[in-house]
């Protein structure tokens, strides 16, 4: 059940305070790695039937098409998925949701579109360089926020919570 004291605006209860509200950010970190997992075999399956498609088109272009496969679908298809449902009223990837998580801005409200594709950049660049060790930065501070999300201006709460 929400609680009223952490209506989505900036104001004296936003963002929630993790010793007051514990319940905000219990388990946020484990089900943050939960929901990636969901999210990546969803992408995974979309990039199978893209690939498929795109197979087809490349042998008709005779091979004009090739790049497509490893670069540039690839890419388009992660950064779409992840920032356009960053930025929509569910404010959740699909993964999110199956985990009761919720993205919102550090100043209140939802997040915008910019701020979902710095978050999504973020995650996937910093991902890159550090082997998944950005997510140890969630662990050390009380609102489990992540590198890309103080980058990013966000904050990744229970949906059930607020």
Not at 70 to 99: D, E, I, K, N
Not at 125 to 133: D, P, R, V, Y
Request: hydrophobic letters at 55%; proline letters at 7%; a positive charge.
């Amino acid at each position: 059940m929400p609680l009223p004291e952490l209506a989505l605006s900036a104001g004296p209860g936003w963002p929630p305070d993790p010793v007051t509200v514990p319940s905000a950010y219990r388990g946020v970190t484990l089900r943050r790695v939960l929901a990636y997992l969901v999210d990546l075999w969803l992408i995974g399956l979309v990039l199978i039937l893209l690939n498929f498609l795109l197979g087809l088109l490349t042998i008709l272009s005779f091979g004009l098409l090739w790049p497509l496969h490893f670069l540039v679908v690839p890419m388009a298809v992660t950064l779409a998925y992840h920032s356009l449902q960053l930025a929509s009223p569910a404010a959740a990837t699909v993964g999110m949701r199956c985990f009761d998580l919720e993205i919102h801005s550090i100043l209140g409200g939802r997040t915008t579109l910019a701020q979902a594709l710095v978050h999504t950049i973020c995650f996937y660049g910093s991902l890159g360089f550090s082997a998944g060790l950005l997510l140890l930065v969630a662990l050390f501070n009380p609102r489990r926020r992540t590198l890309h999300d103080f980058l990013a201006g966000t904050l990744v709460l229970r949906k059930s919570v607020v």
